[in-house]
């Protein structure tokens, strides 16, 4: 079993769309989670971390749940530029190595 | 402000040589991790440095692999004798101090090619 599992997609969605990913890890050590965007296999960027208590940051909310051990991304109002991977990520406590999931793959069409 | 520096950003190979690939992290960032993505794959974690140290190289193949992050310069990964299966996207990523939940930032990558 992988330690961070995604759903590979492809999501294909109109513009204005609310698209939701969700992702699942195997170590309940976990500490720290986020989601990083990757585009066209370039280096992966921080979109954002991932809190408890949940957190959002404009269009982007992000939930945890440590008793399901899942995280989701809430995308609302999508647009063209959000077609990227998303990769799921997390980083058990202690230790500083991230463990990446193989990435949920967006497509926002016109 | 100067984010995590690789180069070079594309590099070949014939099988055989040596690849040597370089990270400068952002300035003040002590800490220093290295991932591989291979074709069609998620990145996969494979060494983590701190200044003359090696913390962690538990993602680290057992041969032909190595690793360094001296005082003074980049921190190197290191392929000796490469093969075809070593083509890649090599990422570098940098951290200001140790601890959870503190996010790291990558560099550009270095994309392997081995002929």
């Known amino acids: 079993r992988k330690e961070v599992e995604q759903d590979p997609g492809p999501f294909n969605v109109p513009e204005g769309a609310t698209v939701a990913f969700n992702c699942t890890y195997s170590?309940?050590?976990?500490?720290?989670f986020f989601w990083y965007r990757q585009d066209c296999r370039k280096e992966p960027k921080l979109l954002m971390s991932?809190?408890?208590s949940g957190n959002e940051d404009g269009r982007f909310t992000a939930q945890l749940n440590r008793a399901s051990q899942y995280i989701s991304l809430l995308i609302r109002d999508s647009k063209l530029s959000d077609s990227a991977t998303y990769l799921c990520?997390?980083?058990?406590?202690?230790?500083?190595?991230?463990?990446f999931g193989t990435g949920t793959q967006l497509k926002v069409e016109l | 402000n100067a984010g995590v520096m690789q180069n070079p950003r594309h590099l070949v190979r014939r099988r055989g040589q040596e690849a040597r690939l370089r990270c400068s992290p952002v300035?003040?960032?002590?800490?220093v991790y290295w991932y591989r993505q291979l074709p069609e794959e998620g990145l996969k974690f494979m060494v983590y440095?701190?200044?003359?140290?090696?913390?962690?190289e538990s993602g680290m193949p057992k041969e032909r692999f190595s690793a360094e992050f001296p005082k003074e310069g980049p921190s190197i990964l290191r392929i000796q004798q490469v093969v075809r299966g070593d083509s890649a996207a090599y990422f570098c990523?940098?951290?200001?101090?140790?601890?959870?939940?503190?996010?790291?930032?990558f560099g550009d990558g270095t994309r392997l090619s081995i002929l």
């Open positions: 991932v809190y408890s």
């Open positions: 990520v997390v980083q058990k406590g202690g230790g500083n190595k991230l463990t």
């Open positions: 990523a940098s951290s200001p101090v140790e601890g959870s939940n503190q996010p790291q930032h």
């Open positions: 300035k003040g960032h002590s800490h």
């Open positions: 440095l701190q200044k003359e140290n090696i913390i962690d």
């Open positions: 170590n309940s050590a976990s500490q720290s």
